[in-house]
């Protein structure tokens, strides 16, 4: 299925990147081998890093944070260090959305009955109908999140409509409600919640993790260093 995803992936890129009205605006890249070294290059060059797996799943790990660090702002649901940086950040400054934990059950057992926004129906149907190509190879793909066929398991369907309006605020650079007109006022907001980000990560120290994990979990106990 991750092979299937990454085709999808490097098949909407392929339409894209080749469409005349926004080919010169707009790229979507698939970077194979992601390792540190590439990470130490995008990472500080990213202004708005998507995290969005399913509340609950702890999917959403220690990237986020490595992103806010560096300025970078988080769209993405309540899951994993998600939660976190909102706790620490606020939720003024980070893009959220999403059903939380604890309705996930319930939503799963519905599933099967739900009735999915018509956007979320309008891309499935483009990739099954092969507007990107690859429809057969891709079937699977769109099965695994039709809630009759594969039970759409991330509730993607679900999560679909506030993904778009969480988008919204980041075109509006502003995560409380209203659009600005104003270009230097958009800035000085989106300059705002990037400093906010990066001013809030001092609870991600390693040391304050280390410290934690002896205390809690290890049951160790400094050890002091002897005095010269």
């Known amino acids: 299925m991750a092979k299937r995803i990454i085709k999808l992936i490097s098949a909407v890129g392929e339409k894209i990147n080749n469409d005349p009205d926004v080919g010169d605006l707009l790229k979507l890249v698939f970077v194979p081998d992601y390792n540190v070294s590439l ?67 319930k939503l799963r057992k519905e599933r099967p009955t739900f009735k999915p926004d018509p956007r979320f129906t309008e891309v499935l149907n483009m990739i099954k109908d092969g507007y990107f190509g690859w429809e057969d190879y891709l079937a699977p793909l769109v099965d695994s999140v039709t809630g009759e066929v594969g039970g759409d398991f991330y509730l993607l369907a679900n999560d679909f409509p506030m993904y778009l309006e969480a988008q919204e605020k980041v075109i509006c650079a502003d995560a409380l409600r209203t659009c600005m007109t104003n270009s230097q006022r958009k800035m000085a907001k989106w300059t705002r919640m990037s400093i906010m980000n990066t001013a809030s990560t001092g609870k991600f120290s390693s040391d304050r993790t280390i410290r934690e994990y002896a205390e809690e979990i290890w049951g160790l106990e400094p050890c002091p260093v002897p005095a010269p």
């Open 39 to 105: 990470a130490e290059a995008i990472i500080p060059a990213s202004e708005l890093s998507q995290h969005i797996s399913t509340a609950g799943t702890e999917a959403s790990g220690t990237s986020n944070m490595k992103f806010v660090m560096n300025g970078g702002l988080i769209i993405g649901t309540l899951d994993g260090a998600n939660i976190e940086i909102a706790e620490e950040a606020g939720r003024d400054n980070i893009f959220i959305f999403g059903h939380l934990e604890d309705e996930v059950p």
